[in-house]
């Protein structure tokens, strides 16, 4: 009996002389906790305001907003292609820039037959240097330039490693997706500069956001890409210009992500998320486009990015 007394005497002394130490524990848990809840409600609210909130206010025609026409490039893509559609659907004419006329001239008809707009396809071959610029600049002349589009060019890529992928390849997927795309916004930027007015969309993907394996180069020109639209939109959007990143996951029969799949909640049609992306601009210069897609953005953040390589590194393995 003297044994258990003596340790509950010694246990309230310790309690006694370790209670600050607790108290000042249960006040940083406090504070975390409450900037974990302002973080999250912050999150929410802006969720609501990015995705939700346009969808359902109605806000002036994008054509009095921007300007009459956009230039695409990237048109064979899926996304952009569905992209070009709902400007179209909303009486934006288009300048389709591409190196392959067959593979955007049967949009470009489409295009014009069910919307009543405009359409141009402007054949321009990036490997000739400046001379790619010149019919650029003749289809643009003149012009109420409202819209660049930029999409990232997936078209032939597969899972595999750096040393796996011929010189030519890796050049040409390197020109098409970092050199062309800076310099189609350098020959859009002084129309819409000096109309005050214009919007830059640089459709990306979320692969911009962590490694992949197998993915080198997707996500080195993906990452470049997010953040040449982060910082022309500082360097422009006192101008009167507005610059978006968009960072699109998974899309439906797309060829965007490494694994296909069927139209889902959170794997949408191309037609479904150029209707939820399109609602974004103006509002947010840096979104997944898609409010799903932003809850998955959300959730991959949470993962430090050690458990994320471990785990890929375990996938690789394991296939």
């Given at each position: 009996m003297a044994a258990v007394d003596s340790f509950q005497l010694l246990y309230r002394e310790i309690s006694r002389s370790c209670s600050f130490y607790f108290e000042t524990l249960a006040l940083v848990g406090a504070l975390y906790t409450a900037s974990r809840a302002v973080i999250l409600l912050r999150d929410c609210c802006t969720l609501v305001r990015v995705h939700f909130l346009p969808r359902m206010i109605p806000s002036k025609r994008l054509s009095q907003r921007f300007g009459d026409w956009a230039v695409i490039y990237g048109?064979?893509?899926?996304?952009?292609?569905?992209?070009?559609?709902?400007?179209?659907?909303?009486?934006?004419?288009?300048?389709?820039?591409?190196?392959?006329?067959?593979?955007?001239?049967?949009?470009?008809?489409?295009?014009?037959?069910?919307?009543?707009?405009?359409?141009?396809?402007?054949?321009?071959?990036?490997?000739?240097?400046?001379?790619a610029s010149k019919p650029i600049k003749e289809a643009m002349r003149g012009k109420d330039i409202g819209f660049l589009v930029n999409c990232v060019d997936e078209s032939g890529v597969s899972p595999r490693s750096l040393i796996e992928i011929p010189e030519q390849a890796l050049l040409d997927s390197v020109n098409k997706n970092v050199a062309v795309?800076?310099?189609?916004?350098?020959?859009?930027?002084?129309?819409?500069?000096?109309?005050?007015?214009?919007?830059?969309?640089?459709?990306?993907?979320?692969a911009c956001c962590r490694p992949l394996p197998g993915r080198v180069t997707l996500t080195a020109s993906t990452g470049y890409l997010d953040h040449f639209s982060r910082a022309l939109h500082l360097e422009y959007s006192g101008k009167g210009i507005f610059v978006q990143s968009l960072i699109p996951f998974q899309i439906a029969s797309s060829g965007r992500q490494p694994f296909s799949s069927r139209p889902s909640w959170f794997a949408p049609k191309p037609e479904v998320y150029a209707r939820h992306a399109i609602s974004t601009l103006g509002v947010s210069n840096r979104t997944t486009g898609y409010w799903?897609?932003?809850?998955?953005?959300?959730?991959?953040?949470?993962?430090?990015?050690?458990?994320?390589?471990?785990?890929?590194?375990?996938?690789?393995?394991s296939s």
């Open positions: 048109g064979s893509d899926p996304v952009a292609r569905a992209y070009a559609e709902e400007l179209a659907r909303h009486g934006i004419s288009i300048i389709f820039v591409t190196q392959d006329h067959t593979s955007v001239r049967d949009t470009a008809a489409s295009l014009s037959q069910s919307y009543g707009v405009e359409t141009v396809v402007v054949l321009a071959d990036f490997s000739l240097d400046q001379a795309a800076t310099v189609m916004a350098r020959l859009v930027l002084p129309g819409m500069v000096e109309r005050c007015r214009g919007a830059v969309v640089n459709i990306s993907s979320g799903p897609h932003t809850l998955q953005y959300g959730l991959m953040r949470c993962i430090p990015e050690w458990i994320w390589v471990l785990g890929a590194r375990v996938l690789v393995s």
